[in-house]
């Protein structure tokens, strides 16, 4: 959190300032957002899976070919948000902060990072690839986006324990959908 409030060095914070000042921590963030907006009922206006899904895959898939940082277009870095605003997002956001720090922590952490962190990557993308065709299904985004969350969190908190335990209880679901489909 100090990290994002960190950021920048004027009035106004912009997405690249805030993405490279995270660095290669930055994948997780960017792979957590848009999975927690496709777990509200958010999911259930028609494209936003799609477009949740495509900013997934972009950000996985930088990550499976080992890029060092998230790059993300110009007009998206330049985007910008008012210091005071990003401190009230993060004042807002502590509590939850907190939270996720009490059941996370640093454990098994070579999970986390490559090769090992693509055992994690790799079924976001799973995940996200199947969110547009099954778009017509109601929940079927979100039941696909706690995965995503639960994956992204490993890597964003470095815990590869919550990181095997999330890839468990992601195959498992998918095995179960797909005996009920079939």
Known sequence: MRTIQGAGKS???????LTDALGSRSFGPLLLVPSLILITPLS???????????IIVLVAAQMVFGNSKVWLP??????TLRRSRLNAVA????????FVDRITSRRMVFLTHRPFSLLLVIPCIVLALAMPPLEIVPMTSTILASGIFLLALALTAQDGLLGLISLVLTVGA?????????
Do not use: H
């Open 11 to 17: 009035a106004t914070v912009s997405v690249g300032d």
């Open 44 to 54: 259930g206006i028609p494209g936003a899976p799609t477009t949740g899904a495509i």
């Open 174 to 182: 998918v095995v179960l959908a797909l005996v009920l489909i079939f």
């Open 91 to 98: 004042k807002k956001l502590k509590p939850a902060a907190r």
């Open 74 to 79: 110009e007009f998206v870095r330049q985007r």
